[in-house]
Each structure stands twice: as structure tokens, then as C-alpha cells.
Nanobody
């Protein structure tokens, strides 16, 4: 089992920045792919970003490319999502997730463990 707890969400004006964190505990964290997804009211869960176990490879949704950066600290068992130039359409609940494989995936169904999420609201 892996437990995930997100933090860092909040209310920010358009153009502002937020840094989300996800603390993991439980089984071996260092070998897993970590991802961030988001879900806005009335919409399906949407892939945001993912990172391989050693941080060497990352992948981003087109909608956040160039604005968001995913990173991880295996010693601290945390993964971060730095969000810059935020837009109102970035408003959603952001979830971190663990994929117990070596492959970067954008599909939510590929991820095995999920956090409860943290709310991000961007005002115009």
C-alpha cells in the first residue's frame, strides 16, 4: 500500500503561481512513476504531468506545457508540481497518483494509488 497526501492548493489570481506537494508513505516509493491529474466540476479527470522514478523523464499535457514543472525528491518521498502563469481554466482539484511501473502513462486507469486531492482556484 502507498498513502498519498497532497498540499499547497489555494486561491490565486490569474498569472500567479502555486507549488503543490505530495507526500508518500508506505511501500517503496523510489521505483514508481508519479503523476498529477486534475478534475474540474462536471468534467472527467485529466492528466497533467508525470515523472519517472529517477526524475530523468517527464511528460506534460499540452495545456500546461511550459507553465508547469513536475519534480520529485526520493529521499523525502515527495513529488512537486510547480504551477506558473496560472489561468482560470486551471481551476480544479489536483490529485497525485502512483503508477507501480516503469512506464510514463497519461491514462488514469494505469495508476494504482491516489491521494484525496487539493483544490486549486484561479480567479480572473
Amino acid at each position: 500500500q502507498v498513502q498519498l497526501v497532497e498540499s499547497g492548493g489555494g486561491l490565486v489570481q490569474a498569472g500567479g503561481s502555486l507549488r503543490l506537494s505530495c507526500a508518500a508513505s508506505g511501500r517503496t516509493f523510489t521505483t514508481y512513476v508519479m503523476g498529477w491529474f486534475r478534475q474540474a466540476p462536471g468534467k472527467e479527470r485529466e492528466f497533467v504531468a508525470a515523472i519517472t522514478w529517477n526524475g530523468a523523464n517527464t511528460i506534460y499535457a499540452d495545456s500546461v506545457k511550459g507553465r508547469f514543472t513536475i519534480s520529485r525528491d526520493n529521499a523525502q518521498m515527495t513529488v512537486h508540481l510547480q504551477m506558473n502563469s496560472l489561468k482560470p481554466e486551471d481551476t480544479a482539484v489536483y490529485h497525485c497518483a502512483v503508477d507501480a511501473s516503469w512506464v510514463l502513462n497519461t491514462r488514469a486507469s494505469a495508476y494504482d494509488y491516489w491521494g484525496q486531492g487539493t483544490q486549486v482556484t484561479v480567479s480572473s
